[in-house]
């Protein structure tokens, strides 16, 4: 396939509204793949270039894109930037830009999918000391031989901005159309594998090699989510519950293998470096060879009490000096799920079976855990955990399988009402007197069904000194455009805000506006991808409506 091909399907889809439309653009196109092409393709729709299991990461910023284009077009390095800033597009300002070279260049060879993948590697595997150069160097080549559709696509790619409107569903039931397998078995070896390209492949081959799809080592699975709800509806739901202390620290997946080990955060990005006193630990805990899935918190020394996020945060992000801060904070792990054990894969056992395997199976560290159908024993499990300063409580389904990703009713967490949400940080103003080298007022979006940011807020209460300055350091590397005051951000960063009321409001594209919006903190542990969506505000406002009616 050719990339000029691949461009051209991601500008269909983009101008394609219905969702069936889209799903058969990529069932067609699916059919026509060999298997080296398939999964790359199936990825880029997805705007990744490696699968989400895998650390390996292109490691090029807007910064460097930039000098490319501007070196291939002939401009200088500022042009491009006000060129970016005008539209706040890169890559349609990039599109435009060569738009200009087309005219007057003679030579150009076309680009292949699979080069420009393989580029894509080789620029990922790049080290040492001039390792930008040489990352440059592949870069203006990519860039001189693309026309201007693809150079649209190629900088999104990089970017990690692909957005052309197609969510994983949506591809997800493509490949199950392609290859006539059912949408349920692809979704499946999804949540197994973690690499819908490689699922891509098996589907061609049959249903039958969907189902050999296992969960494997070093090969972190997205972690299961939870929802809000009340322990009055959920026990009418399913009768009897199990329920957890809430821990306030940072979710880790940990995979052990004879005495090899890795942690995972959230992200799937590995922390073992940052927490070999963690690593440690579980690796006593257990003998076999297994996949737990848990929470890390701080914990205070004298006291015992669980120690404020931050906390943990500031262990979790540490590359120097690992030593002396696991002195200062420590850490303890609780585990509430096991996902494998023994080369056996436990996600489609309910979780009562699995809750059996864990106690069985690991020693120390394992979250306590109550049954309960009583109302009241509940009640009186979640004022015990806010007593020892815990968050509060998650109460979750016997029967649920394990399911990777997905945020669904079989947990919900109890903890005391503050209206909080989770939203994706796209934009700043700098701010003002002292706090002029800082960013200081946020734009926050959330998402639509198809993953589209949609601003919904701005933020600038409730933020510390200390956090501005970890907030600087962290988003001027991902600035994509600036215009005045303002800059706009790769979307790669989560803010838990607080508010006192959802308003219907024209100021943001969503419709709704936050009232009195303060930071409560950054959620170093979530994925643009986790952020609440246009649909659950508009449920959220609706809630609020009957309850002030009510
Ligand atoms: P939230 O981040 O508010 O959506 O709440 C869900 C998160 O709570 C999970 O992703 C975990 O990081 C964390 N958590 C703390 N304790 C538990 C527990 N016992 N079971 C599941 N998740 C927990």
Known sequence: MQFSEFSEICDRIESTRGRLDSIDIVSGVLKTLTDEELPVFVRFLMGRIFPDWSPEKIGIGPNLVYDAVAYVVGDSRNTVIRKINAGGDAGRAIEGLLLKKEQTSFFSETLDLLEVYNDFIYI???????????????????????????????????????????????????????????????????????????????????????????????????????????????????????A?????????????????????SRKLEEVTKAIPDVANMLLEATTHDAILDGEVI?????????????????????KHDVEGHMQ?????????????????????????????????????????????????????????????????????????????????KEWVKIKPAVDTMDLAVIGAEWGEGKRAKHFGSFLLACRDELGELIPVS????????????????????????????TVTFEPDTVFEVGYAEIQKSPT???????????????????????????QSIEARFAEQTKRLQG
């Open 298 to 318: 701080a914990i205070d020394e004298d006291t015992g009490r669980p120690l404020p996020f931050q906390y943990v945060l500031r262990r979790f992000r540490r």
């Open 328 to 408: 200062k904070i420590r850490l303890v792990p609780n585990i509430f799920d096991i996902i494998c054990i023994d080369g056996r894969t436990l996600i489609d056992e309910p979780f009562s079976e699995r809750r059996k395997i864990l106690t069985e199976s690991v020693s120390k560290f394992v979250a306590p855990q109550i049954v309960s159908d009583d109302i009241g024993t509940i009640e009186a499990f979640y004022r015990s955990a806010l007593a020892d300063g815990h968050e509060g409580i998650m109460i979750k389904s016997r029967s649920a399988h394990y399911t990777p990703g997905v945020r669904g």
């Open 508 to 534: 943001y594209e969503a419709g709704y506006a936050l009232r009195f919006p303060r930071f409560i903190r950054l959620r170093d542990d979530k994925s643009v991808e986790e952020i609440e969506t246009l």
């Open 244 to 264: 957890e202390y809430k821990y306030d620290g940072t979710r880790f997946q940990f995979h052990k293998k004879g005495s090899e080990c890795r942690i995972y």
């Open 458 to 485: 701005k933020v600038a209460t409730g933020i510390s000194d200390d956090m501005l300055d970890i907030l600087y350091d962290m988003l001027k590397d991902i600035v994509i455009s600036e215009s005045k005051n």
């Open 124 to 242: 990922s595997g790049v080290g040492g000391g001039s390792s930008q150069k040489e990352k440059l160097k592949v870069l203006k080549k990519i860039f001189a031989n693309a026309k201007p559709i693809e150079a649209r696509y190629i900088t999104r790619l990089i970017l990690g901005e692909l957005r052309i409107g197609i969510g994983e569903g949506n591809i997800r039931d493509a490949v199950a159309k392609a290859f006539d397998v059912p949408a349920a078995a692809v979704e499946h070896a999804f949540q197994a594998s973690n690499d819908l390209g490689e699922v891509a492949v098996l589907a061609k081959s049959g249903v039958g090699d969907l189902e050999t799809v296992r969960v494997e080592l070093f090969r972190p699975v997205k972690m299961m989510l939870a929802r809000q709800g009340t322990i009055a509806a959920m026990l009418e739901e399913e009768g009897v519950l199990a």
